[in-house]
């Protein structure tokens, strides 16, 4: 079978490997379908010095594929079923895990694709309680987008930040892949939604997704164009993911009590905050990373429900480095996503 691993900084080797042995009794062997690109993948590509790892490792983090074969005590899952795998190699038995916490597992053996062999190949086994069904009526190439992008905005936008309906949210480069995730869910529950781009096209594409209102933070300082836009209370949530570029402005777009959930940095991990600031306008500020599995039942759900994820490119798996280099240029409106 294929295996795509990466052999050293910003080199992909596509290459046969020997085939999985058949699954444990409790694993599953899934065929991988797609795999769906997201910033953590540039993180791996561009080489992590203080990740701990080793190279060659096959790349890949968010997957949705078919079940070829069962172990003998699987329960729930079928040869043929279409599914979605967890992101990361929790331990299923601390007590976040056994309170469906699962991003915050006490004993996580790492991420997919970034600590530990991913899903960039034809064949994986998988322990049985990290894969999830996916509704009928949602392609696989969708739900390649649910277990990291989907249901990271999901976890940022529902269990942390408490998004309402009715509410005004700023939502930080709407041409991401969990930008346009964001400005979808957010839409889909009756949110007024402003969103930032760095393009007029990528604008008039936020704009077509449901963004009400959209900032070209090249010609504005979109702090400004907040305050104008609500009478200058200032926006209910800020969803961050840029980091350094933004975070000052976005604590200044936020209204009185106003939530900052983050997942990100793109732009560098390094901002300074006014405590003064902080306190006396009450924000609450949340960091967010990846997503319970039951986040990704939600975010199928959704998909199934008609919220689908904004497809930008589809790639081969021999593509899978353009794919990156594409995500890496920001020209990017949605998910990349490499088929096989
Ligand atoms: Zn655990």
Redesign the pocket.
């Known amino acids: 079978m294929r295996a795509l691993t990466l052999v050293a900084d910003r080199t992909l080797q596509l290459a046969e490997a020997p085939e999985p042995s058949a699954p444990g009794r409790d694993e599953v062997q899934i065929r991988v379908r797609a795999v769906a690109l997201n910033h953590i993948d540039l993180w791996g590509f561009r080489g992590m010095a203080f990740a701990k790892r080793r190279l060659p490792l096959v790349v890949g983090a968010e997957a949705a594929g078919e079940i070829a074969v069962v172990g003998s005590e699987v329960t729930g899952l079928a040869a043929g079923d279409h599914v979605v795998m967890y992101g990361a190699l929790?331990?299923?038995?601390?007590?976040?895990?056994?309170e469906g916490r699962?991003n915050?597992?006490?004993?996580?053996g790492g991420v997919m694709g970034f600590h530990v062999d991913g899903f960039a190949r034809d064949r994986v086994n998988l322990p049985a309680r990290l894969v999830m069904a996916v509704p009928a009526g949602v392609a696989l190439r969708d739900a390649a987008c649910a277990p990291i992008a989907f249901s990271t905005v999901q976890h940022m936008l529902f269990d942390n930040a408490r998004l309402e309906p009715g509410e005004t949210i700023l939502v930080h480069a709407g041409g991401s892949g969990i930008g346009t995730a964001a400005i979808q869910m957010a839409k889909d529950i009756g949110c007024t939604v402003i969103t930032t781009v760095g393009d007029d096209d990528k604008g008039l594409k936020a704009k077509a997704l449901g963004a009400d209102y959209v900032i070209n933070y090249r010609n504005e300082r979109f702090e400004h164009v907040v305050r104008k836009l609500t009478a200058k209370k200032g926006v209910d949530v800020v969803f961050e993911h840029v980091g350094a570029d933004t975070f000052n402005g976005s604590l200044l777009s936020l209204k009185r009590g106003g939530r900052l959930v983050t997942c990100g940095a793109t732009s560098g991990p390094a901002a300074s905050l006014n405590l003064m600031q902080l306190f006396q306008q009450q924000y609450r500020i949340f960091g967010s990373f990846g997503a319970s599995m039951r986040n990704i039942r939600d975010a199928l759900a959704k998909m199934q429900a008609g919220v689908r994820p904004v497809i930008d490119t589809e790639v081969e798996l021999g593509d899978f480095g353009r794919g990156l280099e594409r995500l890496e240029s920001r020209q990017v409106f949605g998910k990349v996503v490499v088929t096989f």
């Open positions: 929790t331990c299923g038995t601390c007590r976040a895990c056994r699962d915050l597992c006490e004993n996580v």
